[in-house]
């Protein structure tokens, strides 16, 4: 199994609060960035160090420093925009690339319209991040169009995901790790999480 679940008495408290019908815009988007940078810190745990000398204020001192320029984060526009300061909190001077799909909703097929990479994508490792998991076509599709590009290493951050959603990674990106917060009961006939939160773009933007 390729996914790590943040089981956490505050990840719980806050994904209640990010839940309720009755949570307003700002504190919406306050609380994805707080379960995002979370997540990312999670997801660093493997994090390669490179070795360097420091000065502190009593002595020189060798000690280890992440280079930055190693790693991207593809959000899938436009809810996935909402994780990316939580992300930025974590590593700053990261590389952001986009991709934009939509859902066909007679299908539930994904459909690309936006693609934009940092340069030299495939030597970097990539975190493709979006709020839901829900049926996985959205994730699988991002994945392997960066696979295409020639990303080797690639993690998966989502802050709610779907047993269905985590299978279709599981089966077709079974070297992709899953990141989230919870793990969700089922999917509905439109293919919403349930009980999930709504759609998370729609409450990160206020657009309904």
Not at 52 to 71: A, C, V
Not at 148 to 167: E, F, M, N, T
Request: charged share 25%; net charge negative.
């Amino acid at each position: 199994m390729n996914e790590f679940v943040l089981n956490h008495p505050l990840i719980t408290h806050k994904l209640a609060i990010l839940r309720d019908i009755n949570t307003g815009t700002k504190e919406f988007r306050e609380l994805v960035t707080e379960i995002s940078t979370i997540l990312m810190y999670e997801a660093m745990w493997d994090a390669k160090l490179e070795k360097t000398t420091i000065e502190t204020p009593l002595e020189k001192m060798e000690t280890g420093m992440l280079n930055e320029d190693n790693y991207a984060i593809v959000p899938i526009l436009r809810a996935g925009m909402g994780m990316v300061d939580g992300i930025l909190n974590v590593i700053p001077n990261v590389k952001i690339g986009h991709i934009g799909l939509y859902r066909n909703e007679e299908t539930f097929e994904p459909v690309e319209y936006y693609y934009k990479m940092p340069d030299g994508i495939g030597s970097r490792e990539v975190l493709v991040v979006d709020p839901m998991l829900a049926t996985g076509g959205s994730a699988s599709a991002t994945i392997s169009r960066l696979k295409r590009d020639g990303v080797s290493k690639i993690k998966l951050l989502c802050i709610v995901a779907a047993p269905q959603g985590i299978k279709t990674i599981e089966d077709e990106h079974p070297d992709v790790k899953i990141f989230c917060a919870t793990v969700d009961r089922e999917l509905n006939e439109n293919a919403y999480i349930l009980p999930g939160l709504g759609d998370a773009g729609d409450r990160v933007y206020g657009t309904k």
